[in-house]
Each structure stands twice: as C-alpha cells, then as structure tokens.
C-alpha cells in the first residue's frame, strides 16, 4: 500500500483533520472575550500544537477502535470510574488526572489561555508609550469610550464603568502634578527640584491612570477583531502630535506586519 492510497487517506489523514477542525471551532469559540489565539508567535505556537496532538489522538481513537473488545472487563470498569470522577474547578486550573487522560491537550490549552492573557497585557502596555502628558491620554481614552461603545452596545456599562475609572484616575494624576507644582515653585517664580516623596507621589499617581486606561484598552483588545487596529491607530494618532513616537502606532502582532512597517519606515 502506497502513501497516497484511498486507505491511508480514510485512515489516518480524514479523522485527523476533522479532529483538529472541531479542535480549531472549539478554540475560537472558547477564546471569544479572552484574547487573540494567532497574537504572538508563542500563542500561535501553542494553537498548532494543541490541533496536531489534537489530530494525533483522534487517528490513535480510530486505531484502537476495533481492539477495544478485547479489553478486559476490569479494564473497562476502571476507564469508566475515571471518567465518572467529580470535576471541581480549583481556580480556573485543570485537574492533574485531566491532563492525563487527554494526553495534555488540557494542560496546552490552559497555557495558551495564559499566553493570550500576556500578549493582551504586553500589547497594551506597549501601545501606552508613546502617551506622555495627562491631556493627550484623556482625549485618547475619550475616544476610545466612544469608538467601544458605537462597536459593542451590548458592553456598554463595561465600557462606562472602565472609562470613568480612568476619568477618575487621570483627573488625581492631574490634581496631584498641579499641587507638586506649587509646592515647588518659590517667590520668585523659581521652580526647585522634586523631593523622592514628590517625585514618588507623582509616578504613582500617572502610573495608576494608565492602568486604568490599561483595563479600557484591553476590554478594546479582548473584544475586538484585527480588523480595527486601523481605527484604533487612528485614534491614538489624533491624540498624539505627530512628533510624538518614531515606532509604528501599534505593536505587531506578527513578524510579517512589523517587516512591513520597517519596509515602509525605510
């Protein structure tokens, strides 16, 4: 028997794709609200492998399919026991006897759900950068509350509830900075040097409101399609000058885009 004959094709190649198939349909579906599956090479990494070892067991069912009569009866009772087991949740991470019996398909997928976490997280953190003064990111997280709220109606008490914490957040960064400045301006106009408790008042109160923009950011991010980072770029453009940063707009999510830019830089 040869490798492509009709056998080998029924056998092994079509219980494979329709398992990493219905493994792909069951990610996309699970990574909705959480992240991007494709957002980073290691989260893209992950997804290949979980649907390979996903394939790889389903050609190794179909194998052992015809040789199952021959288990022994306490064999079967045993397998049946196991799978009967209550499942409780312990924070969100998967039973050490689930990441056996599914041959650590459980285990790889609960690592790119963490995967996709930090690349939501790193993105935004990298898209806050170019952000310097307390004016240029409040118009930018207003814009941003509209645009969220004109794609997705449904989270729109998310959305309010994230943009007035950060509306809050900044306003504090902004009260704290004006009062530093006072306290640091003499009689004639001079301006002293911070304290370590000035400067240390101030870093935490902006540090704080970009975290809160942070959380509206990735709300933008975990709901949102690649397709938008047009507008979000757009948004983030209008509210920095044109001075502002000398890298792309948005982090890249794949090398082939970042090569595009450095091409287009050039």
Known sequence: MTWYHHGWLTGYALPALLSAGLAWVGLVRHSVGK??????WRSAGLTLLVLVLTGAVGVAAGLALPHLAKLPPAAAGLATGVTAMPRKRQDDTTQPY??????????????????????????????LDGFEKSTQLRVFVHDLRNYLVDRHPALTKT?????????????????????TDEARR??????????????????SAVGEAQNRCGDLLFCAYVHGRRTEQTALEALRAAALPSDAFHSSA???QRRRFGLRRNRARR
Not at 35 to 40: D, F, Q, R, Y
Not at 186 to 203: F, H, L, N, S, V
Request: proline fraction near 4%; hydrophobic fraction near 45%; glycine fraction near 6%.
């Open 35 to 40: 992240g991007w599956l494709l957002g980073s």
């Open 186 to 203: 003499d009689i004639d106009g001079w301006m002293r040097k911070p304290t370590a408790e000035e400067t240390y008042q101030c870093r």
């Open 98 to 127: 689930v990441k056996f019996m599914t041959l650590g398909i459980a285990w790889l997928r609960e690592r790119l759900e963490y995967r996709m976490l930090l690349d939501a997280h790193s993105w935004c953190d990298r898209f």
């Open 159 to 179: 959305i309010t509830n994230l943009f007035d914490a950060a509306d809050r957040a900044m306003i504090h960064a902004l009260e704290v900075q004006t009062k």
């Open 250 to 252: 948005l982090p890249p």
